[in-house]
């Protein structure tokens, strides 16, 4: 199910992270370097790809950290799996 698809979907905390949604793009956010930024949400990734992809399109929804990820009417190229991919 995508975020967009159903009203009052925030409010019910039923995608991403749940509750830890806003924790999560408000350190981002407070974060200095693009490094330090990669890597939080490279570790957010790691413990759940999906949570990660539902996440990242609420914060496109909802206009937060727009400057990595843009919005869902103009998104910006991030392609987690192949920046998080292993090495």
Do not use: Q
Request: net charge negative; with cysteine.
């Amino acid at each position: 199910m995508r975020y967009f698809e159903v009203n009052g979907l925030d409010a019910g905390r039923r995608v991403g992270y749940g509750t830890f949604n806003t924790d999560h793009s408000a350190y981002i956010r407070i974060l200095e370097t693009e490094e330090e930024k990669m890597e939080h949400m490279r570790g957010m990734y790691k413990t759940s790809p999906k949570a990660f992809a539902e996440w990242k399109e609420w914060c496109m929804y909802v206009h937060l950290l727009t400057d990595i990820f843009g919005t869902l009417e103009d998104p910006k190229e991030f392609d987690e799996e192949k920046l998080f991919a292993k090495d």
